[in-house]
């Protein structure tokens, strides 16, 4: 096995990672930096700057919308139509623009990037496909992914932001479990883009991790937006055949919503499962 040695080793190349192997690479720290899937991580591929380009195309289209029927500021177009499509090329290529950029300013200030994934063998070593990194530091930026739920296991209509942020076509009726930011701000541009959309969340209010003044006037736009919001209401299932999720409220009153697709955002966890955390302190 091949052994590569270098001062500083970075698993992870979101910006966790990336932004620390270019501020190494300025001081001169031999860095060397794993990435398994793109450089930019989460939020340049699917997370925060893929949803704010499909938000930028969903804020157009209902303002043009809006302009289509009610002509208040004197501009009268045409009802639009979207090529879903194009939206989501255009979104790639900003993404592409991005991460491209990631890695030209890893490559300018001398980080050695490899692509694969890391297995932390101890604190100071790793393999990525067959190749061994010795390192004196180590710095885990592995980032998370999303939480799966057991009765709503990923496929076909059941989806993840990731699926969510690449549409083939919309469908006619959404449904967001999780009331967080990541999905009331899909299922904002989704209602946007003229999908039936509404919202299930087992706690008592929207965005539960936040104050609940600040979170008020996301409330009123929910409303005004026409997104049915299910507070304390638990998901159980959903039955493919007759399009329907099954949720059950406080009282324990079972019901069914009819949606076409089901976008599951109940959270995200740690990527560090995989790593043995007790080899890591070994060294
Ligand atoms: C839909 C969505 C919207 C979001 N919007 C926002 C927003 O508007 N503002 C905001 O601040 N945040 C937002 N976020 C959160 C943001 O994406 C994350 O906080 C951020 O990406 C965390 O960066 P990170 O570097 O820690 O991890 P990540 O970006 O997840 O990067 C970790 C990287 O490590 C790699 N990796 C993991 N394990 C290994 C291994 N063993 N070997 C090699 N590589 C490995 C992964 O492939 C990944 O590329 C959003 C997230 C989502 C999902």
């Known amino acids: 096995m091949q052994t590569l040695k270098t001062t500083l080793l970075i698993i992870g190349g979101g910006p966790g990672g990336y932004v ?10 031999p860095t060397v930096l794993v990435e398994g899937q793109a450089l930019g991580g989460t939020c340049l591929n699917v997370g925060c700057i893929p949803s704010k380009a499909l938000i930028h195309v969903a804020e157009q289209f209902h303002q043009t919308h809006q302009h289509s029927q009610h002509a208040q500021l004197g501009i009268t177009v045409q009802a639009p139509s979207l090529d879903i499509a194009q939206s989501v090329a255009w979104k790639d290529g900003i993404v592409d623009r991005l991460t491209s950029g ?7 200030h001398g980080v050695t990037v490899i692509h694969g994934w890391a297995h932390v063998v101890d604190g100071k070593t790793v393999d990525v496909d067959g190749q061994r990194i010795q390192c004196e ?8 992914s999303s939480v799966e739920l057991p009765m709503l296991p990923l496929g076909d209509a059941i989806i993840s932001s990731t699926e969510a942020l690449a549409p083939k076509r919309l469908p006619r009726r ?8 990541i999905g009331l701000e899909l299922g904002i541009a989704y209602r946007k883009l003229g999908v039936e959309v509404s919202v299930v969340e087992a706690r008592e209010r929207i965005l539960p991790s936040y104050d609940s003044e600040l ?3 996301v409330a009123e736009s929910l409303k005004k937006l026409g997104i049915p919001l299910y507070l304390q209401h638990s998901v159980e299932g959903f039955d ?19 949606t076409d697709q089901v ?11 995989g790593f043995n955390l007790e080899a890591l302190r070994s060294r």
Do not use: C, F, M, W
């Open 20 to 29: 620390a192997a270019i501020r190494a690479g300025q001081l001169g720290i």
């Open 102 to 108: 990631v890695a030209a300013l890893l490559k300018k």
């Open 137 to 144: 530091h180590l710095l885990l930026a592995t980032g998370s």
């Open 174 to 181: 959404l449904t967001v479990v999780g009331a967080g930011y």
């Open 215 to 217: 979170t008020q006037p």
């Open 240 to 258: 493919a055949a007759t399009h329907r999720l099954q949720v059950r409220d406080a009282n324990g009153e079972q019901l069914k919503l009819d």
């Open 263 to 273: 976008l599951v955002a109940v959270g995200r966890r740690p990527r560090t499962q």
